[in-house]
């Protein structure tokens, strides 16, 4: 599948320390749209990958995660929900696909005993949503995505990496952009 319909952008610099930091930018125009972006993110991971979500309510956190699901081979008829009220939901797919709102959580020890390192080293994937508010538990293989709303239909989506793993998604990603 080509993502033909989208515009991409990529920019390179040094982040935060040593870590070389890349940006690469998609422009999605319509709910449909963010649901394939997502599944081309979900067709690469493999277990131990982890995916940050960072955007504000309605910026499509959710919908790109229930493409991420459907590129893990998560049957496309599994209602892929916000997982706000379970703290986590698990979906069987290549690999499980564990998909967590930090939102709600307060403090660290909070979110210490909702177990969120044992699902980051849990052997699945992870996405997180709200995954800004607790920066420092995330690994630093982490695939960072922001969210933003530009009107009722067009998000800006843009996948930060800081380490080579995370590189090499987004490299993926931009090889099935158009030129
Ligand atoms: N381009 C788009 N990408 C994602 N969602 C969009 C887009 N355009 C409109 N929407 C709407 O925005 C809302 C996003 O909701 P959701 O994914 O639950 O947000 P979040 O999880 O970030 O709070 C949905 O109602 C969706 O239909
Ligand atoms: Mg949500």
Known sequence: MRLAFL????????????????????????DQETIL???????LLAEGD????????GSGKTWLTKGIAHGLGISPATV????????????????TLFHMDVYRL???SEVLSAGLEEYLHGGGVVVLEWANRWP?????????????ILDDHSRKITLISRSPRAAEILGAIEKKSPK
């Open 136 to 148: 420092d538990i995330l690994p630093e293989h982490t695939i960072t995505v922001e969210l933003l």
């Open 37 to 43: 972006i997502g599944q081309e993110i979900g067709s």
């Open 106 to 108: 307060e403090t660290l």
């Open 50 to 57: 982890v995916i940050a979500l960072v955007g504000e309510l």
């Open 80 to 95: 892929v929900t916000s997982p706000s009220f379970a703290l986590v939901n698990e979906y069987q797919g290549r690999v």
């Open 7 to 30: 515009f991409f952008s990529r920019t390179q610099s040094h982040g935060i320390g040593h870590l070389k930091e890349e940006r690469f930018t998609i422009i999605s125009r319509s």
